[in-house]
């Protein structure tokens, strides 16, 4: 009579007439489905008043309720509510072991939940947005850090169907006092993670909708966020010009913003890009000009490393309208802050890219103390063939050392080897590939990874295998497999010197390479 929804009269008149369809009225899932919500109303009937009122609201909550939000919105006094649904099997915990736990309502309990509300979602959203701003600057943070990024990645997927279901809300509803939108924001923020909160649907529709949010609000650093956002989109999508006028659009809503402490960074890291575009449009002078603007607000705002990033970039310009005193200038300020903030390897960049100038000004006498010729050589490198022209190098090494062709070099050998003999192959090879390969750039390399010289240490030179290539996957890379293109083989990739990289004896062979960096005249 339950299954059939009629009186016991009925349902023999029912039977009596035709018994196969009222037997089926009344599938096997939908006898599951009430007897599951008849067993969710008993249950829901004895929960205590805390746990019935917080029961309803999981069902806002897709992706479950994390100890953190939990905690968040209704502070710890929930733990013991939320504890009493777990008891009851109205909620489950998927994974029990984690160090920090989450609670979701599987289905049907979580469409039960939501024929029990009673509060509406805008009564505690804007608190859950507020939240997710605070949790999407730490995503950001973690994603940043290479060791940190996994993390991030997890927190971001576990919360994505939370999130999206929130911001749309947001976009639709979200109506402050204080000039702040969270869902803008938050979109800007999480951005370029977005395919992992909404698998297959596009961003633009989202920062259109966060963008109409923001103006609702009068946010103008969230539309300046938000704008710079679809400005990024659009670069890489829809070209150049159109992505230009959006960033313009971005700088002026952070110009209105200006109360803002990192408004001004912002507009510097803009210009930066635009001065990027500019490149690209070979619009060389206007790229300058919006680098220069961007280095000037990033020296006074105190941002030393954005500072000498934007110098490297200004060099590269300079370099490229061939105003090389301009270029070094920028390379040497920029050396000089990285230097100031510790950053070793922005340091070595800086001082490669010096090498590159300074071998430009230098006139390449082919000096050897041997009288041995180097036009072979020479002729090798302008013609770029680079593999030919490390073999070369070999048989000339060999040849200064008063060795047979193919024979390996001794640590005494290296250590006597001729300074002008050195000197030259160091700047042949400087000079033909603009300052990426050469003796002297492996030196600085190796230098940069804690190489001291006159102290031998196998590791530090193993390490700058790994740097330069010569290494991968901690196995040494065989000779054919080495990458004789100057565009995509790695800084001080070559020459390999062939009789310091292999030999029978690990060990001698990185004291080789050790005493060739230690000496003075590189």
Excluded at 91 to 120: F, G, H, T, V
Excluded at 223 to 248: C, M, P
Excluded at 251 to 264: L, P, W
Excluded at 428 to 456: H, T
Aim: hydrophobic residues 35%.
């Amino acid at each position: 009579m339950c299954e059939t929804g009629c009186s016991l009269k009925l349902l023999c008149q029912k039977l009596q007439i035709s018994p196969l369809k009222t037997l089926k009225e009344r599938s096997g899932r939908e006898s599951r489905e009430n007897s599951l919500r008849a067993t969710l109303e008993l249950s829901y009937n004895v929960l205590p008043q805390g746990a019935k009122e917080i029961f309803p609201l999981l069902a806002f909550f897709p992706g479950g309720l994390s100890e953190e939000l939990a905690t968040f919105l209704w502070k710890e006094d929930s733990f013991d509510d939320l504890s009493i649904l777990l008891k009851f099997s109205m909620a489950e915990m998927p994974d029990p072991n984690q160090d920090s736990w989450r609670i979701s309502l599987p289905e049907p309990a979580r469409r039960y939940a939501a024929s029990k509300q009673l509060q509406k979602i805008e009564d505690f959203a804007p608190k859950v947005l507020k939240y997710f701003y605070a949790f999407s600057q730490k995503i950001v943070t973690l994603l940043s850090k290479e060791t940190e990024s996994k993390e991030g990645k997890n927190l971001l997927l576990q919360e994505s169907s939370n999130l999206n279901y929130f911001l749309q809300w947001g976009y639709e509803h979200e109506k402050r006092n204080d000039n702040f939108c969270y869902c803008a924001r938050i979109t800007a923020l999480i951005c370029k993670d977005w395919g992992w909160i909404v698998p297959g649907e596009g961003l633009v529709n989202s920062l259109v909708n966060a963008l109409s949010a923001a103006r609702r609000n009068n946010d103008t650093l969230g539309q300046a966020d938000v704008t710079r956002s679809i400005a990024d989109f659009k670069l890489s999508n829809e070209g150049l010009d159109v992505a230009r006028e959006s960033y313009q659009q971005s700088i002026r809503h952070y110009m209105d913003a200006r109360q803002e402490t990192d408004s001004k960074i912002n507009i510097a890291d803009i210009l930066l890009k635009i001065g990027r575009i500019h490149e690209i449009c070979q619009e060389i002078d206007l790229a300058i000009l919006s680098s220069s603007e961007a280095f000037e607000i990033y020296l006074n705002e105190k941002e030393i490393l954005k500072a000498a990033h934007a110098k490297i970039f200004l060099g590269q310009l300079e370099e490229y309208l061939e105003n090389f005193d301009k270029a070094l200038e920028n390379y040497e300020e920029a050396e000089k802050l990285y230097r100031s903030e510790n950053h070793t390897s922005g340091a070595l960049k800086a001082s490669i890219l010096i090498e590159k100038i300074n071998s430009i000004f230098q006139d390449i006498e082919l000096k050897s103390e041997r009288d041995i010729s180097y036009e072979k050589l020479r002729d090798l490198l302008l013609e770029g063939r680079w593999k030919e022209a490390d073999q070369e190098t070999n048989k000339l090494m060999s040849q200064a050392s008063e060795k047979k062709v193919g024979e390996r070099l001794t640590i005494n050998d290296i250590e006597q080897f001729p300074c002008d003999d050195l000197k030259t192959i160091n700047r042949l090879w400087l000079y033909y590939s603009s300052g990426k390969f050469g003796f002297s750039i492996q030196k600085k390399i190796w230098l940069g990874l804690g190489g001291i010289p006159n102290n031998f240490n196998g590791d530090v030179y193993v390490a700058f295998c790994d740097s330069v290539g010569w290494r991968t996957d901690s196995k040494c890379v065989k000779y054919q497999n080495l990458i004789f293109d100057l565009n995509t083989a790695k800084a001080g990739h070559l020459p390999t010197a062939t009789s310091l990289r292999w030999d029978r004896d690990p060990t001698r062979a990185r004291i080789k390479g050790y005493t060739l960096f230690s000496r003075s005249d590189l």
